[in-house]
């Protein structure tokens, strides 16, 4: 029997994370989430949606129809349940993907081999899903739609943190003059997570960027990666992919 608290992570996340389809669950996320927005309304390259007038009203019927509604949420309707797994799928914009993406690329390749495949994708949808809820039962009155996969990428970010706190990260921080400089993942995530915090408790319901919903989702995972996988983290400095400061 291996005893966990013995194995070389770092090794194994190297060459792991240099395999080809080694993350297939993380690789095949981000396809899905990029196919999915370059289908929809929202990438402005899919011809059966017309332009102008008619583009727009289909990107407002896109967002009602998989997005979560916080006030429609808790009204009991089988669609509105459903929501928060759709929503983890959908991005706004260009930016708001490509910025998800990102922080899913960097840090779920590690997760997903620590966890295993199926454990990690339970992980993902059910701490995204959770995440989503959280918001919407704090605003529980807003017709804001909320879209987008930060609450489950946070959830992941979260138990990287207890995983692999060691792990060397590459950052931009913009107070740095965005010099890329590398920190310990624990330094660069709570950092992000303090952010996350403090403009949660200003910000409103209305629309913009649902920071409640990420950290909601950043202690999901952490908790349960504390729980699930507690005397078994990495002991030893590991080494992970580049990335940015923000999602």
């Not at 289908?39 to 009602?64: I, K, R, T, W």
């Not at 910000?203 to 202690?219: I, N």
């Given at each position: 029997m291996i005893d966990l608290r013995e194995v070389d992570w770092r090794e194994r996340a190297?060459?792991?994370?240099?395999?080809?389809?080694?993350?297939?669950?993380?690789?095949?996320?981000?396809?899905?989430?990029?196919?999915?927005?370059?289908?929809?309304?929202?990438?402005?390259?899919?011809?059966?949606?017309?332009?102008?007038?008619?583009?727009?009203?289909?990107?407002?019927?896109?967002?009602?129809?998989?997005g979560v509604i916080p006030s429609e949420l808790l009204d009991g309707s089988a669609h509105a349940a459903l929501t928060p797994l759709t929503a983890l799928f959908v991005h706004g914009s260009w930016l708001h993907l490509l910025g998800n993406m990102l922080f899913l690329y960097v840090f779920g390749a590690m997760a997903e081999e620590r966890m295993g495949r199926v454990e990690f994708t339970l992980f993902y949808l059910v701490c995204g899903y959770f995440a989503l809820v959280a918001y919407a039962v704090v605003h529980a009155d807003s017709d804001q739609t909320l879209v987008g996969a930060s609450g489950a990428i946070s959830a992941v970010l979260g138990a990287f943190l207890y995983l692999f706190p060691k792990a060397r990260v590459t950052s931009l921080f913009p107070?740095?003059?965005?010099?890329?400089?590398?920190?310990?993942?624990?330094?660069?995530?709570?950092?992000?997570?303090?952010?996350?915090?403090?403009?949660?408790r200003g910000?409103?319901?209305?629309?913009?960027?649902?920071?409640?919903?990420?950290?909601?989702?950043?202690?999901a995972g952490f908790l349960y990666a504390w729980?699930?996988?507690?005397?078994?983290?990495?002991?030893?400095?590991?080494?992970?992919?580049?990335?940015?400061?923000?999602?």
């Open positions: 190297r060459g792991f994370a240099a395999a080809a389809g080694g993350a297939p669950v993380t690789y095949g996320l981000i396809a899905l989430c990029c196919a999915v927005f370059l289908m929809s309304p929202l990438s402005g390259f899919n011809p059966v949606y017309g332009d102008a007038d008619a583009l727009l009203a289909a990107q407002a019927g896109y967002f009602e129809r998989w107070f740095l003059f965005f010099l890329p400089l590398r920190f310990p993942a624990w330094i660069v995530l709570v950092f992000w997570f303090v952010l996350q915090w403090l403009a949660a910000a409103g319901s209305g629309p913009g960027v649902a920071y409640l919903a990420h950290v909601a989702g950043f202690a729980v699930r996988f507690r005397g078994t983290r990495v002991k030893v400095p590991a080494t992970a992919t580049e990335g940015e400061s923000q999602p």
